[in-house]
């Protein structure tokens, strides 16, 4: 059985930085693609970044530049490094995995939540 667990999320002032990581179990890991999702208040689930098994990363727009996905293949960890937050950025971060496009995915973590005060 899958389980993703996060951990790092926080308050945070605008400006400031965080560090999210994800532990996987019952999967083979290094050859996962794994991803980092959002979702805040009143809004729907969206990607933050993905990165597949080569180490191939994709971020959407809002946060090219600020957020940098990476993985520790040796302990199964998922990490999200968050610099330059805005209070935009506030939300629920999910780690997934069994990624199908969009927001479809098979497995979800149970979320860590960040806060970014202005």
């Known amino acids: 059985q899958v389980h993703l667990v996060e951990s790092g999320g926080g308050l945070v002032q605008a400006g400031g930085s965080l560090k999210l990581s994800c532990t996987a179990s019952?999967?083979?890991?290094?050859?996962?693609?794994m991803g980092w999702y959002r979702q805040g208040p009143g809004k729907e689930r969206k990607v933050v970044a993905v990165i597949n098994s080569s180490g191939t990363t994709y971020y959407p727009a809002s946060v090219r530049g600020r957020f940098t996905i990476s993985r520790d293949n040796a302990k199964n960890t998922l990490y999200l490094q968050m610099n330059s937050l805005k209070s935009e950025d506030t939300a629920m971060y999910y780690c997934?995995?069994?990624?199908?496009?969009?927001?479809?995915?098979?497995?979800w973590g149970q979320g860590t939540q960040v806060t970014v005060s202005s």
């Open positions: 997934a995995t069994g990624l199908r496009g969009g927001s479809d995915v098979d497995y």
């Open positions: 019952g999967l083979i890991f290094s050859i996962q693609s």
